[in-house]
């Protein structure tokens, strides 16, 4: 709708200022009601733009209090649609099955050149990939083992998944493009292949 084509809708220009001059409070009332500063300045955006469409039968005099039944209102609509969204996720991922450990076979069957060059690795990068790529352990769990932080186990981790790429790239050649999914290079049974 188009509030300069159809003026009798809108808000009258003293109860627009008084909207404006309220602000700071009407984001504070909504950042004590919701679990973020941006989520209170979304609904007030939102707010807002509903307030100036439809708020032409307001009396300036009363704005304000009108201004906070609609904030209210668009409070209680979030957790509404929030709850709707977390049921639906819910009904979703109930669909899928829990997710299974592949077959000793099939873990043994998974390109045999890696776990090879994996121990090419320094040791610090061969057990920082051991710990969180298999064994799937978390970051935290690599720190406490290293004497490390967190943080610093993150760039070994990311460091480490570097140079394995390295060293299958320079292993494996054309085979390290398509994933390793069909591992056919020499590198799998023990001898570095040209690609």
């Not at 003293?14 to 679990?35: D, I, N, S, T």
């Not at 609904?43 to 039944?69: M, P």
């Not at 043994?108 to 799937?136: F, H, M």
Request: net charge negative; proline share 3%; hydrophobic share 35%.
């Amino acid at each position: 709708m188009n509030l300069e084509s159809n003026p009798s809708t809108a808000l009258s220009p003293e109860a627009v200022a008084q909207l404006v001059k309220g602000h700071r409070e009407f984001l504070a009332f909504l950042e004590r009601r919701v679990e973020s500063r941006a989520v209170a300045e979304d609904i007030l955006q939102t707010a807002f733009t509903r307030g100036l469409e439809r708020g032409s039968d307001v009396k300036d005099e009363k704005v304000v209090a009108w201004f906070y039944r609609v904030l209210r209102n668009a409070v209680i609509d979030h957790y509404r649609q929030r709850s709707t969204t977390a049921r639906a996720m819910e009904a979703w991922g109930r669909e899928f099955p829990d997710v299974q450990e592949p077959e000793a076979e099939l873990r043994q069957e998974i390109c045999r050149c890696v776990s090879g060059l994996l121990e090419t690795l320094k040791p610090e990068y061969r057990d920082a990939l051991r710990i969180v790529d298999l064994e799937e352990g978390k970051l935290k769990d690599l720190a406490q083992q290293s004497g490390i932080t967190a943080e610093n186990a993150a760039v070994r981790v990311h460091r480490a998944r570097a140079a394995l790429r390295r060293r299958i790239e320079q292993a494996c050649g054309t085979c390290s493009i398509h994933g390793c999914l069909d591992c056919s290079c020499e590198a799998s049974s023990g001898e570095q292949c040209g690609g």
